[in-house]
């Protein structure tokens, strides 16, 4: 079974572009999250998807942040225009759905996709 | 921010028991204890989780205290490719219809160094 992929793997980009990260949960998985790491700090959320609905988005940083779901597969996350400061490895991660009675499921996160803005 | 507090290093030998300790004494009753780690430049793995009582599994053993104030992660015989950052995570699971789950919220870990 393939997990969770992420494109590209790495991405290196000047200020002021746009660049749009994919995310391919493992099959089946409705929920989908994505978090980043930015240089020096820790792993950060930056939102969860069930389906391809937007369950929290409390962690996107700001407007320039755009992600979707469209049909309850595949994600991007787009960056528009990009800043130095959005350098980083972000993440996503997938789970299934936790069935009432059932506790929990865990997360699965892909390889990260490394982004640099110049 | 993170609700557990984790050594920043530890270093463990080689066929050696890795023990972790995370306290996370503001744990409540519906936040289960989470591992993940995190193997240089790949993504987090999950490694084990548990409520109140002690897991086992392939990976590892969780012991979680009766007040559930503070667990350790056991990693039997640690391994030179179990080098990696352990993050412990208190996570809180929404139950509603169809079972919503909560993220995770990483700290800065422990960083283990398993030597020769």
């Known amino acids: 079974e393939a997990g969770v992929t992420q494109f590209p793997s790495h991405s290196v980009i000047e200020k002021g572009q746009t660049v749009t990260l994919r995310c391919d949960p493992i099959?089946?998985?409705?929920?989908l999250y994505w978090y980043r790491r930015v240089m020096g700090k820790e792993i950060k959320f930056l939102l969860h998807?069930?389906?391809?609905?937007?369950?929290?988005e409390s962690g996107m940083p700001n407007n320039r942040f755009l992600a979707e779901r469209t049909g309850g597969t595949y994600s991007t996350l787009k960056v528009q225009p990009a800043e130095l400061e959005d350098s980083g490895v972000y993440f996503c991660a997938s789970s299934q759905r936790g069935r009432w009675g059932t506790m929990n499921t865990e997360a699965f996160f892909g390889q990260g996709t490394r982004l640099t803005v110049v | 921010d993170a609700k557990t507090t984790q050594p920043t290093s530890m270093d463990c030998a080689e066929g050696r028991a890795a023990n972790l300790p995370c306290n996370h004494s503001?744990?409540?009753?519906?936040?289960?204890v989470y591992w993940y780690r995190q193997i240089h430049s790949q993504g987090p793995q999950y490694i084990i989780h548990g409520l109140k009582n002690n897991e086992t599994n392939e990976m590892a053993s969780l012991i979680i205290t009766e007040d559930r104030k503070s667990s350790t992660l056991i990693l039997p015989h640690a391994t030179l490719r179990d080098t990696a950052v352990y993050y412990c995570?208190?996570?809180?699971?929404?139950?509603?219809?169809?079972?919503?789950?909560?993220?995770?919220?990483f700290g800065k870990g422990t960083k283990l160094s398993v030597k020769p």
């Open positions: 995570i208190v996570r809180h699971i929404l139950l509603n219809y169809g079972g919503s789950q909560g993220n995770l919220i």
């Open positions: 503001t744990i409540s009753g519906n936040e289960y």
């Open positions: 998807f069930v389906k391809e609905s937007k369950q929290d």
């Open positions: 099959s089946g998985h409705d929920n």
